[in-house]
């Protein structure tokens, strides 16, 4: 089994939809939380950081966390044709530890 | 603005060639990374370097070397022992975690 698993997709969604993307890990010593968009032929950027369970939102974005089921998510409201690219979950034990990442799943939205 | 550049964008190799490819960051940052990324797959650790003149082994690093003689710098040399280097090359930087990691644009490489 691999720490984590993300659905690869491709994924694909109208112009205004709310996109679920998720990620499961195995690893229960897993704290920090975060998810990368990735554009094609690009570098991954920084998208949502979190630390433990809850939730966190900035604006159309809201990631998930919860612990118990080893299982995070990543929504997006009102998708537009911007958000089309790769998104990549990652993790890691500690603020210096190394980060695992997901394999991805690409999102397409359609106009 | 500050940021990391890796060139070259595209790099073809011959079979038993080594090739080098540059990363530089002007950020400041202590820490640096080479990942490598297949279709399919997660981004895989080859180095890191969380200091001066010092590195370590990540998850994939035969086949690969690297050096830290500069904060800002963190060549990765793909040597002609890496039996499958085709791939698309990420290099990183980071202060800690809270921050992320700062991706550069990436090499694509490809054996001819």
């Known amino acids: 089994q691999k720490e984590v698993e993300q659905d690869p997709g491709p994924l694909s969604v109208p112009e205004g939809a709310i996109v679920s993307l998720n990620c499961t890990y195995s690893?229960?010593?897993?704290?920090?939380f975060m998810w990368y968009r990735q554009y094609s032929r690009k570098g991954p950027e920084l998208l949502m950081y979190?630390?433990?369970?809850g939730n966190k939102e900035d604006g159309r974005f809201t990631a998930q966390v919860d612990k118990s089921s080893k299982y995070i998510s990543l929504f997006i409201r009102d998708s537009q044709p911007s958000d089309s690219a790769t998104y990549l979950c990652a993790m890691s034990a500690t603020s210096y530890d190394k980060v695992i990442f997901g394999p991805g799943t690409s999102l397409s939205v359609i106009p | 603005d500050g940021g990391i550049t890796q060139s070259p964008k595209y790099l073809f190799r011959k079979e038993g060639q080594n090739v080098t490819l540059s990363c530089e960051q002007n950020?400041?940052?202590?820490?640096m990374y080479w990942y490598r990324q297949d279709p399919g797959q997660g981004l895989r650790l080859i180095y890191y370097s969380q200091i001066v003149n010092d590195f370590q082994k990540g998850d994939i690093a035969e086949g690969y070397s690297v050096s830290r003689e500069k904060k800002e710098s963190f060549p990765l040399t793909v040597t002609s022992a890496q039996k499958n280097p085709t791939a698309f090359y990420l290099c990183?930087?980071?202060?800690?975690?809270?921050?992320?990691?700062?991706f550069g644009s990436g090499t694509r490489l490809t054996v001819v």
């Open positions: 690893n229960s010593a897993f704290q920090y």
């Open positions: 979190t630390y433990s369970s």
């Open positions: 950020l400041n940052h202590d820490a």
């Open positions: 990183a930087s980071s202060i800690g975690q809270r921050d992320g990691y700062t």
